[in-house]
C-alpha cells in the first residue's frame, strides 16, 4: 500500500454529523469554492452551482426534508446543484436555442459534474480537518427542496452537504473488500450471500463496538431488509421531479 | 487561501491525455481501489463496481466507442460502474424481491455512489504522481459499451478514467471565476454573456498559448456553439440504454 497524507486521510475518510458550534471561515469557504471548480467538468461546461445556505429559514426547510436534526444545525450546509440553467440561459443571450439541454444524456453530465465537484470538496476539506457528511436526504422530497430553495427550471438538487468542525471520533466503517467491487476484464457471473461471510462478520462486529444496544446488521442483512424494500415514500416522484425541471426530457 | 498538499494538487488539477508507456504497479492499483471503496456511499449500500480492462480486445473495442485513440492506450483503462446488480443478488439468494432497485431513486444513488468514487480514485492517483482522464466519451454509445464489457442487466457503466504516468505537461485550464458557480442563500435570477467577459477573455488567452494554431473560442462561445447544439447521435439513446438495464423504470 502507498502511503501520503492525500491517501491517508482518504482511507480514513469518516462521515462525520456532529459538529462544534462555529462555522467555516472566509478562508475556508474560498478554498472549498477553489477546490470544487477546479474538479474536471464535462467537455468543460462546468454544469454545476454550489447554493451555501446561511439563512437560517432555508437551513430549518432543508433540515425538515430531510428527517435529520444535525442537517443545517452545526457547521456549514451547501447544496450542489445540477447546473443546465446557466448555459442555457447564455445561450439564449446568445441567440441560440436550448439544444441538447433537456436530453438524459445532458443532465447526466451535469450530475456527473456536480458529484465530482462534491468528492473534491469533501476531500479539500477533511485535508484542512474539517469533518463532512455527503446529505442524499435532502431530496427526500425533490419537489419541496425546489421550492424552498427557489431553484429555476434546468437545476436540480442532488446532493447536500454539511461541513464543519469536527465533535465526534466515528469508528471506521468497513467496506466492501477488493474482490468484491473491483475485477479485471470480466464482471462476475453473480454474487451469493455466502462468499461475503467473513464481510459480514466484521460489518457485525463494528456495530456491536459502535453501540452495542442497537440493532446490529450485517452488510447482506441490510441489503436483504428494509433499505431496499418497496415502501411509498416522496423519494419515488424523483423521476417526476427531474422532468418537472425540465430535464432528461427524452427519458420515457 | 488556506494549502497543503492534497490542495495544491486539487488547484493544479489537469487532465492528462498522454501517458507514457507503463501500466500501473499491482501497489499501485491495490491502493487505488483501497481509495475508492473508502469512498462514502449512500445509505452504506455501496452500489458501484470497478471493471479493470487489461484485455486488449475490450479496450480497443472501448477506444472505438470514445473515439479518443488515447483510451485504452498507454496507462491503465477503468470503468466505473453504477452496480445495482450485486445488491439485487444477495436479496434474491435471500429470498427477498427486488425492492425499489428498478427506481429512479436508487440508480441516481448508484450512480452518485460511482461519481463520488471517480473523484476519490483520481485524487488518490495524482496524489501519488499518476494523471487521470475521466473518459465520459465511453458512453458514445451505451448499448455498445453494455455489451462489449459483458455487462449484466442492472448495472450501468457511468464514467471511465484512464490512469497513468504522465507524458504531458498540460497548462492549467481557468474555471468559471467563484462568484458565477457559488452563491449564498439565493440562487441567480438569470445569467448574461457580458457578465462573463472577463472570464471569456482569460479563456481565450488559455486556449491561445495552449495553441495558436486551433480555432480559440472563449467560454461562451463553447456554451453556444456545437457542444450543446442538438445532433443526432448515439447518445441520444441513454435513456433507452438505462431503461434496457431495467434501470430508473418509473421514469416516464
Known sequence: MIHNSTIDAQLNHR???????????????????DAARHTSSSRFLQQFSILHLTDEKKRA?????????YVGANGDLFIFIADLFRNQQLRHDLGQDDGT???TDE???????????????VVAAESMGLGAVILG????DPAKLIQAL?????????LGVQFGVPDQKPQLKPRLP?????????????FKAA???????????????????????????????AKLAATDHRRDQMGQAIHDQGLALDMK
Do not use: C, W
Not at 426547510?61 to 436534526?69: K, L, M, W
Not at 477488493?178 to 453473480?190: L, Q, R, T, V
Not at 467473513?198 to 431488509?225: E, P
Open 195 to 225: 462468499d461475503l461471510k467473513d464481510y459480514d462478520d466484521v460489518v457485525t462486529t463494528y456495530y456491536d463496538l459502535r453501540d452495542a444496544n442497537r440493532r446490529i446488521d450485517s452488510f447482506t442483512k441490510q441489503v436483504s431488509g
Open 137 to 140: 436526504s435532502v431530496k427526500n
Open 101 to 103: 439541454l433537456h436530453t
Open 61 to 69: 426547510a432543508v433540515r425538515e426534508i430531510s428527517g435529520q436534526p
Open 107 to 121: 443532465f447526466a453530465q451535469a450530475v456527473e459534474d456536480t458529484v465530482l465537484a462534491v468528492q473534491n470538496t
Open 150 to 158: 427557489g431553484l429555476p427550471k434546468m437545476t436540480f438538487p442532488v
Open 15 to 33: 462521515s462525520i454529523r456532529a459538529f462544534k458550534d462555529q462555522t467555516l471561515t472566509k478562508e475556508q469557504l474560498t478554498t472549498l469554492y
Open 178 to 190: 477488493i474482490a468484491d467491487m473491483a475485477f479485471e476484464n470480466d464482471y462476475p457471473k453473480g
